[in-house]
């Protein structure tokens, strides 16, 4: 994954972009119904004749419990709501990152993993759990004679608010020690090899990731006919663009990419650029 990201850096600088980390955007600017720029959360004001938000749909635009989003409220078109009622948030996911000793493996151990005990409980909280062991695939991820087992099981940030310090702590040590014990039926002896761990909770990815609930993203609140229906990349406000996984395709690596590839090629049309060739 930081791969991926090292590339984007690496393309965005060579065409004269500059990155700005830890520039924490609190507003989008609009004048005369367009999008003019973004604020930021030091006061410093960004102009552009172009803005992409990569947050989801609900924190664009503040859909949910009366959350403040990027835009005004009295500026939210009405398109927006109506797909906030089309879709919902998926749960987010309690997930551990393991250091462990190389010898617990197996060289021909498969690289993922799904653990279901009830089918029907698939999407209860920890109704599944998914595991990955990315060294498998390439050992550089780990020091020499380690190997790295991520997981990860569905919760709801409901299960997790209005905890004190304490409690949300402790609850976190319950979460791990049933991860490690489920993980411990096709990966015996797995608490006795742990060398390093790290949990997070939807609290956790809602903190860092700056996900509405923590969540994975949208799904459909009712029967729809495929992904169609997903709003692409423009939205009703001039100049204001959207990518991530609540816009077509959805979810995941792959479908957020094409948003992505697919806004650029969009506003490349619109400024007249795509037929730029990239220097050497």
Known sequence: MGTIANKLVNGIQKLGGKIRYKA????????????VGVKLSNGEEIYSNTIVSNSTRWDT??????????????SVPQSEYKWSETYKSSPSFVSIHLGVEKNLIRDNFNCHHIIVENWDELESEKGVIFVSIPTLLDSSLAPEGKHIVHAFTPSSMSEWEGLSRKEYLEKKDKYFSFLVEKISTILPNLEQSIDHKEIGTPKTHKKFLGRYEGSYGPIPSKKLLGLLPMPFNTTKIKNL???????FPGQ????????GYACAHKIGAKLNINS???PE
């Open 24 to 35: 924490n955007v609190t507003e989008i600017l609009l004048k005369e119904k367009k999008a």
């Open 61 to 74: 635009f503040g859909l949910k419990n009366n959350n403040k989003g990027l835009i005004p409220r009295v």
């Open 241 to 247: 663009y959207c990518v991530g996984d609540s816009c």
């Open 252 to 259: 995941g690596l792959n479908a957020v990419a094409f948003s």
């Open 276 to 278: 730029l060739k990239l």
